[in-house]
């Protein structure tokens, strides 16, 4: 048998291409047909009165992903407003404008499901996706005011009310409820939200439901038992700085500012929302005697009351650190190199051998650590009129070491300045007319005089 070899050929192309085109097209449709990324929410279950029609997009229903558009259908007999329809676009819905308005069937059911169904994707017509909400009807529960009683303002000095505050065991949801209150001038409270010109009066609420035109009527009284609220920090100082509220702060918020202090008592405004707080403390010191490296802890007791009597406490710990020997500032010299001199004519305090007192001359900065301690010793050196030098000499201590220093302070009083002289009026003299002579006359002396030395 002889075969043809273009033939052949042909032959082989053919099954090839065949072979390619089972590949490749089963490929293309799976890619036309692949899976698409649709979400779908039709929203959350609601709750309604029987009269009432869904403003459709109260339900916040959402369409995403490749398709943001779609449909809703009712499975109850009812019909969407305005047209009638049994079906509506969602982008229609959306807007605002599409109400539900239930059908006889959907209340004798006591409810209605509604299903939002997206559009189909370009890359695949056969998949949608669907959600459904369910709208359950309720009945007019029943209405009863708690009455008499006092409701408490927040930290705020606010309290927005609600019907758990005033029905003892309402129905959800408890948005369907609806509250009017009214201050003792009988005008309604925006917002019912109850504030702090509402303290001591009494408030009238009138209390309803969406689903009756029933209503209960009660009354209340506002109050404040809310305390002020502290912002205690703890904190940690050196034995020679100041440990007194001033120095280390006050417990209260950076709002409040301190109107006055009265014998050790703080009258703040700004911190309690409701009204003007005092704020009084106690100390309770506890010495730590060489201790670790501490000189002492103090407690310090807060306590804070505001207009209604309500009180708030807290206790700051205050960690007062010792000082070594080195980190001791002692005072400088007064010998116009370090700091400037005195002249003797100056007026300074002096002590009783009228040296320089320390309280112008400084002192070793000590503070009030406990484990430090000096002495002074002065030692005087002449100069000329009643100029005079004096070598302080000052020795400090520590009681926990044992160990010692010494410094030694120059002090210079110099009389350098001339005299100064308070001289008379000017003086005036007449000779005698007829000899035309002066007798002898004493001249004033000089009226006053003032020199460290003498003269």
Known sequence: MRYNVVNIRKTAVFFLLLAVAAVVLPLQRLHWLSPSNIQVFAGADKVLCQYQSLVVADLNASISGDVTDGDWFTFGDGRFQPGNLLTVRYSVARQGQVNYVPGPGDKALGYYRLMLMSDVPVNNPQERATDEVRINF?????????????????????????????????????????????????????????????????????????????????????????????????????????????????????????????????????????????????????????ARNDDRTIR??????????????????????????????????????????????????????????????????????????????????????????????????DWCTSESVSRLQIIVVKDTEPPLLTCRDTVRLAADPYVCALPVVAVPAIGSAEDCSLF
Request: glycine letters at 4%.
């Open 138 to 290: 309720q009945a007019a529960p029943p209405l009863f005011c708690t009455s008499n009683f006092t409701l408490s303002l927040n930290e705020y000095c606010q309290q927005p009310v609600d019907v758990t505050m005033l029905h003892p065991n309402p129905t959800l949801p408890y948005t369907n409820y609806t509250i009017l209150l009214y201050d003792k001038d009988g005008k309604v409270i925006p917002g019912n939200v109850l504030t702090r010109e509402h303290i001591s009066t009494e408030i009238t609420f009138r209390l309803g439901h969406q689903c009756t035109t029933n209503h209960c009527i009660g009354r209340f009284k506002v109050d404040d038992y809310y305390p002020p609220v502290f912002l205690c920090q703890n904190d940690t100082v050196a034995c020679d700085r100041p440990t007194l509220p001033d120095s280390v702060g006050l417990p209260i918020p950076k709002r409040a500012v301190v109107d006055t202090i009265i014998q050790g008592k703080y009258y703040i405004r700004n911190w309690d929302y409701c009204s003007d707080v005092v704020l009084e403390f106690k100390d309770d010191v506890v010495q730590a005697n060489c």
């Open 300 to 397: 310090r007791n807060w306590i804070a009351t505001d207009a209604r009597g309500n009180k708030a406490t807290c206790t700051q710990t205050i960690l007062v650190r010792r000082l070594t020997l080195a980190q001791v500032r002692f005072p400088r010299n007064f010998d116009d190199q370090d700091g400037p001199a005195f002249q003797c004519r100056d007026t300074f305090p002096k002590l009783a051998n009228e040296y320089p007192s320390p309280d112008t001359t400084g002192l070793p900065l000590t503070g009030f650590c406990g484990n430090l301690q000096y002495t002074m010793q002065d030692v005087r050196f002449d100069l000329c009129g009643k100029a005079f030098k004096i070598a302080r000499s000052w020795f400090l201590i």
